[in-house]
């Protein structure tokens, strides 16, 4: 849902131009709706375009320390502790942004706090911009018209014929690899950490773009998921009972 306030369009929490990593639970107050975390390394991201972005939250005395990143590039940590609370704060601002491309401003939970705060909580309750981006809507939209190009004949392209080969391609290694709690594990799998992956002889190709995460109950030898998201490969399941399996879309 959008909204425009002075020229700039306001993206609600619930919009699907947010993309959310991690736990973010939705809360609904009376009239106001947001998006609340408190664990470290959830992190949101809104891309747009034009010269200026807002990110909308809340301040008050379980609000703590959160890092901002535009662009890649470290911001600032933005201390949303306040003995009042307040709704509807512009949290963070920046202008004067290139209004040719496209920007996309990142948001990180930390554990960190005020000392006077009794949480670590961020709130989302949306972003302001001139041009909201859907991000994947945005890439699929660029990549379907590169390819258009290429089958009309207005794009040159290197035939496979002129290709050459990868050496000294990275193997996995025969042990496989166990991925613990983390930024690393909420970044892998996109939405929530989750006790341990550990995956033993994956193919050579895998397909990692996120799409859930789920169950797997031990021995299991691969599933498909109702969103018709293949998990590669047959995971291994410890026998300690933790689980864990990366998908993507077939």
Request: proline share 6%.
């Amino acid at each position: 849902m959008e909204s425009t306030n002075d020229l700039l369009v306001t993206t609600h929490s619930a919009d699907e131009k947010i993309r959310y990593f991690g736990q973010w639970v939705p809360v609904q107050e009376g009239r106001v709706e947001y998006r609340c975390s408190n664990r470290q390394y959830n992190a949101n991201e809104f891309s747009f375009k034009g010269s200026t972005v807002k990110w909308m939250g809340r301040k008050g005395s379980n609000q703590g320390y959160a890092d901002v990143y535009l662009d890649g590039e470290f911001q600032c940590v933005v201390d949303g502790y306040s003995s009042v609370t307040s709704d509807g704060v512009v949290k963070f601002e920046r202008s004067s942004l290139r209004a040719d491309r496209i920007h996309t401003l990142r948001i990180v939970v930390k554990k960190e706090r005020n000392p006077d705060a009794t949480d670590c909580c961020q709130v989302i309750a949306g972003f302001q911009s001139v041009t909201p981006i859907h991000y994947p809507n945005e890439i699929m939209g660029l990549k379907s018209a590169e390819y258009a190009r290429i089958r009309n004949g207005t794009k040159s392209y290197l035939t496979p014929d002129t290709w050459s080969p990868v050496t000294n391609a990275a193997n996995v290694p025969a042990g496989g690899v166990t991925l613990h709690p983390g930024i690393l594990a909420i970044s892998f799998i996109g939405i929530s950490p989750i006790s341990t992956l550990a995956f033993r002889n994956l193919p050579t190709a895998v397909k990692t773009t996120p799409v859930n995460s789920m169950e797997i109950p031990a021995g299991a030898h691969g599933f498909q998921h109702p969103m018709k998201a293949a998990c590669w490969p047959a995971p291994h399941i410890p026998s300690d009972g933790k689980r864990g399996a990366t998908c993507g879309r077939s």
